[in-house]
């Protein structure tokens, strides 16, 4: 009931910015709140940050201060990510959730290297 679409990824130095988009499409009332997470090679894929409905947020540890999630009317998604860190190489995917279900976008590919 919900497609989801990430854009913005790349490669960038280490200390440079990116800012990632993700596209919601659907049944976009029925969101609660979005997400991104990401996966770097041989790890677990983790919450990176989410935000709700009402514009709470939470950050992974890692990446407090440095990244940024927000939202939009449209149900779009952005993650500022500044001051980046070859360890926060990975893809990185958009998510949606209901109050019954969840949804993925594709994924992004975040390489930071000099």
């Known amino acids: 009931q919900v497609q989801l679409v990430e854009s913005g990824g790349g490669l960038v130095q280490p200390g440079g910015s990116l800012r990632l988009s993700c596209a919601a499409s659907?049944?976009?009332?029925?969101?609660?709140?979005m997400a991104w997470y990401r996966q770097a090679p041989g790890k677990e894929r983790e919450l990176v940050a989410r935000?709700?409905?009402?514009?709470?947020t939470n950050y992974a540890d890692s990446v407090k201060g440095r990244f940024t999630i927000s939202r939009d009317n449209t149900k779009a998604t952005y993650l500022q990510m500044n001051s980046l860190k070859p360890e926060d190489t990975a893809v990185y995917y958009c998510?949606?959730?209901?109050?019954?279900?969840?949804?993925w976008g594709q994924g992004t590919q975040v390489t930071v290297s000099s």
């Open positions: 935000i709700t409905n009402g514009g709470s």
């Open positions: 998510n949606a959730a209901t109050l019954g279900y969840g949804y």
């Open positions: 659907g049944s976009i009332l029925r969101i609660t709140s």
